[in-house]
Nanobody, 121 residues
Framework: QVQLVESGGGLVQAGGSLRLSCTAS????????MHWYRQAPGKQRELVAA???????NYADSVKDRFTISRDNAKNTVYLQMTSLKPEDTAVYYC???????????????WGQGTQVTVSS
């Protein structure tokens, strides 16, 4: 019904920048909040940033002032601009969105497949 596809990951040196994108497709009425999570090897998945339909944002303390989340509702896309990257930012980054699909009363969450970000020192 709903697919989330991330792109933009890759290998970057410490101090560099990357921009991740996540686009939703399928049959739905609306997309509520959109989030970026990440999971490093041997660690639990953690919330990196979130943005509501009203464009309120929230960030993990570890990425504040370095990462910026934004969205383009016309393109059903959320972005994560990452700057001043550190080796500890290395992880698989996942997009998560709460979506109200056609015929449903309540929104439910969907995950993307993830994109690898590797920051070398």
């Amino acid at each position: 019904q709903v697919q989330l596809v991330e792109s933009g990951g890759g290998l970057v040196q410490a101090g560099g920048s990357l921009r991740l994108s996540c686009t939703a497709s399928g049959s739905f009425n609306s997309i509520n909040a959109m989030h970026w999570y990440r999971q490093a090897p041997g660690k639990q998945r953690e919330l990196v940033a979130a943005i509501t339909g009203g464009l309120s944002t929230n960030y993990a303390d570890s990425v504040k002032d370095r990462f910026t989340i934004s969205r383009d509702n016309a393109k059903n896309t959320v972005y994560l601009q990452m700057t001043s990257l550190k080796p500890e930012d290395t992880a698989v980054y996942y997009c998560y969105a709460t979506v109200l699909t056609i015929g449903r009363t309540f929104a439910r969450g969907y995950w993307g497949q993830g994109t690898q970000v590797t920051v070398s020192s």
